[in-house]
């Protein structure tokens, strides 16, 4: 009798917990299931007032719409992202893992005061130097260039990378560092060697925000490509108009929408297991 007395809280508990959580889960994927339902709807249902809910016939009309959009289509504007995106990836993995190697297992005068000088650029809005930053990539040529917009990129994910794999590597003992060094192994060859591969949950935590961050960026976007032949996905989703009157076509709209959210997820999916164990390793210092 006893323990039915102790259950029925336990119960209530996770009922109530269950309960908040489906409804959190519902309200954050109405949105995403809104848009992938308009996206296969015909383009006159799409923008039917009032709205429907379930199209009446799936129709991929708003997809083969996305082809002809500008010069290119969507295709040009996905290969822009998608390189990018992939250049802001290595960079930022790279660099990140070099300076947080520095910063964890280095002792050089004034490193602290470095690594907080480093951490304190997370607390100024990156719109407030995008003109300075303009101004900069004019001057070399980079503006308006996908090569120069990844630039921008690295430089937004530092702080953060640096921070996280810093944290990572002071939970590698250094025992392990110290035998390879014992047995001639320079610095660069035990990261390359052994550590990497320790590291590898907080690199592709890393990885996973460049990539979501770059793929999904437009204010920067916006202010430093001028070429319509350069447009990223987001800018480009921001032309999807028609009309004399420049009516947004929702349909197309939201199939570009529901093209832009892929890549995303599906990356997300992949690596959740050590994006997990990398925000585990950032948030706890062994």
Sequence with gaps: MSQKVHRKPKLLKYTLLYTVLIILAA???FPLVWSTLNSFKPAAEAMSVPPTYLPTTFSFENYIKLTTYGRGGIFRHVFNSAFVSLLTVIGTILLSTLGGYGFARFTFTGKNVLFIMVLSTLMIPFQSILIPLFVMLTAVDLHNNLFGLALVYITFQLPFGIFL????FMMVPREIEEAALLDGCTSLSVLYRMLLRLVLPGI???AIYAFINSWNEFIAALIFMTDQDNFTLP???TTVRSGQYGQVDWGALQAGVVVSIIPSVFIFL????????G????AVKS
């Design 27 to 29: 309200a954050f994927l």
């Design 165 to 168: 794999m810093r944290t990572t």
């Design 204 to 206: 592709v935590t890393v």
């Design 235 to 237: 800018i480009f989703l």
């Design 270 to 277: 992949m690596l959740q297991r050590y994006y997990m164990n």
């Design 279 to 282: 925000l585990m390793g950032g």
